[in-house]
């Protein structure tokens, strides 16, 4: 495995300076050459200025968050992170590469849940070249590696996760965004740790239903939230009337036997429970008759 090696590039402003002193030494050289007609100082200072020409190649500039992987012939030698002007071996190739933080959005995929249901989903994955000789080296395109391997990460997350957590304490991808956030996060890191890549962030930016059961699974969550809202009105309507009882007896108001207390509790569930406004009714006789 190529692991990144920091190379110490010499000052590029050094460089010119010392640069510019000797080209215009050569230059010097070669009129006083041609002036005296010394055709053996000529060639020394032609061959000279070439070699001039060629070190003058071995500057180069880094960007701020940018990289510069230096190669010999093929061989890697080194990476030059540090920003400003440099000058190393003009053999050297001299490749760029960005350490900026960058991010985008995998398409939408059609996966199944957990529970073999079929949903749409699509992720936004943040992420930074941390080696750079693994990110040129070691994959044919880490950029392409990136998107490809976050899809599949992706993918592995969806399947081991319910659309909707039906069961107390259940994790789903919908209830439990940050949990999820955290596993697909991990997931492509453990795929991109070759390539040279941090992942910073990764976090579901879109999930749905696949549109052929979208209306299925409708009317299934507003089922549920109809059940859920009724045992919570049951409960409390249960509440009530034990409450009412209670007071009714501790303050003595009025004697109830069971089959009176039973009519209060029925009459009281009534009221509390149905959606519609009710009607009382006055009873001018009594229980009995």
Not at 20 to 26: A, C, E, Y
Not at 125 to 131: E, G, L, M, N, S
Not at 206 to 224: C, D, F, K, N, W
Not at 228 to 238: F, L, N, P, S, T
Request: net charge neutral; hydrophobic share 45%; charged share 20%.
């Amino acid at each position: 495995m190529i692991r990144e090696l920091e190379h110490k590039a010499i000052s590029g402003l050094l460089m010119v300076l010392v640069l510019l002193v000797l080209t215009l030494l050569v230059v010097l050289g070669f009129v006083g050459a041609a002036r005296a007609d010394a055709v053996g100082r000529i060639v020394l200072n032609g061959i000279g200025f070439a070699v001039l020409m060629l070190a003058w190649a071995g500057l180069f500039t880094v960007q701020p968050n940018e990289a510069k992987a230096l190669q010999l012939f093929g061989r890697y030698v080194g990476t030059v992170r540090s920003q400003g002007l440099w000058w190393a071996n003009p053999f050297y190739t001299k490749r760029q590469i960005s350490l900026r933080v960058r991010n985008f959005e995998t398409p939408k995929l059609k996966v199944n849940d957990h529970g073999s249901n079929p949903i749409e989903i699509a992720a936004v994955v943040v992420w930074q070249v941390v080696d750079s000789a693994e990110a040129l080296f070691e994959v044919d395109n880490f950029q392409d590696y990136v998107k490809v391997q976050s899809e599949s990460a992706l993918r592995g997350v969806a399947n081991q996760y319910p659309y909707d957590a039906h069961e107390a304490g259940q994790m789903s991808l919908s209830s439990h965004t940050h949990e999820v956030a955290e596993k697909l996060r991990d997931g492509i890191t453990d795929r991109l740790t070759k390539a040279g890549v941090k992942v910073q962030e990764a976090r579901i930016s879109h999930l749905a239903y696949s549109p052929e059961i979208a209306g299925v699974m409708l009317r299934r969550q507003q089922a549920t939230a109809v059940i859920a809202a009724r045992q919570k009105i049951v409960e409390g309507a249960v509440g009530m009337v034990e409450m009412a009882l209670e007071l009714l007896s501790t303050k003595q108001i009025v004697s109830l036997d069971e089959e009176r207390k039973a009519a209060m509790v029925s009459n009281l569930l009534v009221v509390l429970c149905s959606e519609q406004s009710t009607q009382p009714v006055v009873n001018a006789g009594n229980l009995y008759t």
